[in-house]
């Protein structure tokens, strides 16, 4: 086994000497070629390509390739050793394949979807078709800066281990992650690349267990994109939507780092806000999760009622639809057109233009070319005036009352007409007085009240960005190649009802897993809600059930909050890396309080560290001061709400100066240490999690309680530690295995 091991080494060795030499004298022959800089268009195309090559090239030398795949083509003598890299690259004297192959090429396929066995096995070429043959070795070779680290098989045709194993998997799973997403290009899992790979048209829909690697697979499909349909797409004209900025920020290397730049990413809500020129508060999103999440007590009931789910679904289409067609029927002012006594283009003659001629055009432009129209009419009528000062006279007066006449027109403003909807401002002649019915009076109420405050919220864009598609017309749109909505469960249908027009092809990817929608009272709660938007021939549902972030014994706990407190089918399966067991540590109740709460029980005050701190933020602390000893590069404290964050936060600064405080506003994600409410730890990931106040003075035994315990405790990579006084809410209980106490705790000395 050592000996085979030795001689694997040695092979990859020579080899990579080989590939490094070819490519350091490629690198160094086009480092020598001097840059043009002329004007001549041809020759500057051609620097242009040698310039990506340089940077290629540059990048390539540092790690050519992560794996081999030996693989033998039906009806060819011979079997072909195929490196596949993060970007391809050829030899100077062109051989039968690639020296290094890009992960995205159809051959490069077989790397990620072959999972064992003897059988052949095939892959799809757009030239050829489909190529049959077998695999005889599928191995994982681990370059850093030049250097061969490891080498790994996880499939040799010719010994007898095990089909296809996870060894190569696991040890990258084991690695500590610092404060960035990474790409997962050598460990690619075959489910996942089936998305990945999926054809371009179509609406993906993935429904994926915390820690699938959702987020991950739509940045490699992006680059695949790019990839395989290059004469089709630009990386400009695709966007990401994600959560907020942080996260935006938290992802930002992936693409980079897979060869890809310049795709837009951006929330839902600065996105639709820059598209109708409206500003939402600061605060918007703050105010929304205040009123969530930061509330002590029960979640209020959500219903189809409720006024973000009632607006984010598609039953206020007919209603704006119907409004901004009566806008539209009414909007040739009454009355003729005098542009000075005694001169009249009747209405009807404008009439005649709005409804007939200019009729298929959106309503503003409609406006815009009759009002044109009219002014052409004016000049004409002008240049018959019988003198000078005639014309002087009736000049000024038509453009006096051609401003005026323009002004009764109805004045094509999404807000301004979301306002009249909800009649939170006065109605145009001709309108009922009562808002439409189809409006709940509840949501109706609630509408009014934020408008009338000028609040606008961020339920209130899809439908203002229909009003302003509906005004505007289809060519007022720059329609993307490509959207990538992330955490889709949050997402509501008219937000997709709405990109949709915004996209060519319907060419989606929405990722989101329903065991996570925290935000309920606006997003999905069914994928059929999203689906159904679609003609089923237009949209595709694939589920990812493998969890490669947490550890067994992670995963297996949060499952266990799922299915005691949500009751959910949706269980992740772990990949078989063990860990240390979840750690359930209670202090004595009489521990319990908020944060800041009295300090009580102080024990031995002057040796602690915190020695004004109550008991609970000591155990805290103490629990905080053993991970972060750890050679964890990211630890996070998670709390029910942010005001217990901030509290926590300040109180356990001067212990932990470099302790990050995570709140809403925040664009940057620094790593390290943290605190943050649990809602604002979506999608990220930590790995140790400390989740504080696990009790039931903090969370209930609703399903959206067990959703929130089960988004915090899927954010550990490697260690999850609950710590509570008091009784544990049911869904932990029925998860929890041993429980320990924290008697002397706060009176221990943390390690430093
Ligand atoms: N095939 C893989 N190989 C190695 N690591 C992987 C693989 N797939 C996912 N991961 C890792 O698993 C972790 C979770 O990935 P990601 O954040 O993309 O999952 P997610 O489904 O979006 O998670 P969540 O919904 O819980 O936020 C990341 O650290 C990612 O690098």
Redesign the pocket.
Known sequence: MEETFQSAYQEEQSRLDAVLYEIDTQLERLRNTPVYTGHDYTEQVLEGIREERRNALAKLRQEPYFGRLDFQENGEGQRKALYIGKIGADRDEAGDHPMVIDWRAPVASLFYSFTGGREPVSYETPEEGLIEGLVYLKRNVVIRKRILERVADTFDRESDGPAVSDEF?VY??GEN?DNR??D?V????EE?DRIIRAAKNTALIIQ???????????LHRLAFLLYQYKEQVTAEKMIIFAPNRMFLDYISDVLPELGVGNIAQSTFADWASEALGVELAPDAAQETYDRWFERTGPMPALTEETPARFKGSTALVPVIEEAVGLLEETAVPEGDFSPWDGKILPRRMILDWHDREYAPYAPARRKERVLARIHRWIEMELKKSPSAAALKERKKKAAQREKAYAAKWPKYEPAGIYRIIFRAAKVPAGWPVEAPDAIPASVLKDTQKALKKGLLREEDLPPMLYIHYLLNGDESIQRFDHVVI??AQDFSPFQIFMLDRYVKGHSFTI???LS?GIHAYRGVHDWSEMSGLFDPSDTAYHA?TR???STMEIIEFANGILAHGVGSGLLAVPVFRSGSPVRLIRSEPAATGSAGGPASGSGNGSDAPLPDASPRVRVIARALAELSGREYRTVAVLTRSLADAEALHAELLPRFPGLNLIDGGMTEYKGGLSVLPIYLS????FDAVLLADADREHYGEAAWDAKLLY?GC??A?HELWLLGSGELPGALAAAAGAVETAEGWPEAQPEA
Not at 682 to 685: A, D, P, R, S, Y
Request: positive net charge; aromatic residues 2%; glycine residues 12%.
């Open positions: 998997l990258r799973l992650k997403l990474r997962i050598s460990t690619i899992q996942q994926g267990v915390a820690g699938s690697g959702k987020t991950t697979v739509a992330d955490e990722l989101g897993d996570q990812l969890s490669y972030r979506k999608g990220l990931e988004v899927t954010r990579l």
